[in-house]
């Protein structure tokens, strides 16, 4: 896998429920998002990056399972300018595993909305779905 090198800004965030153990919930993005600095809020869980690299793991999993047209809908479907954005399943991300959410209500717990900014978003969304 060849990272291309593309100004970007990922953020990750999810809600923090009462039930929920904050460092469970970190752990959950830090799983996906090895490359990211993550913080408690109020009520939520932050993180974000300026590294392509911290979206690998998403690479990985697009193209190991044959998901590029899944994801490639998400992100156009969610592109604004400069700007898309999808929802991963919060509980698979503690265990490592990547499964895209369509509506937040997929995630018991709620999801990790994931949004990437770019001046060359198009550039990024070609090297996640196509290799590129």
Excluded at 3 to 10: D, V
Excluded at 88 to 100: D, G, S
Aim: proline share 6%.
């Amino acid at each position: 896998m060849k990272i291309p090198s593309i100004n970007c800004t990922l953020e990750m965030n999810c809600a923090l429920h009462p039930s929920e153990d904050p460092e469970k919930v970190k752990t959950s993005i830090s799983n996906i998002f090895p490359y990211s600095t993550i913080r408690t809020e109020d009520f939520s869980v932050v993180a974000q990056s300026k590294e392509l690299r911290s979206f690998e793991k998403i690479y990985e999993t697009v193209h190991s399972k044959k998901t590029q047209n899944t994801y490639r809908r998400y992100l156009e479907k969610n592109l604004d300018n400069d700007t898309t954005w999808f929802y991963l399943n919060k509980q698979a991300a503690f265990v490592e595993k990547i499964a895209i959410c369509e509506q937040p209500e997929e995630s018991p717990l709620g999801p990790i909305k994931v949004i990437l900014s770019s001046p060359n978003i198009d550039g990024i969304i070609d090297w996640i779905v196509l290799g590129n």
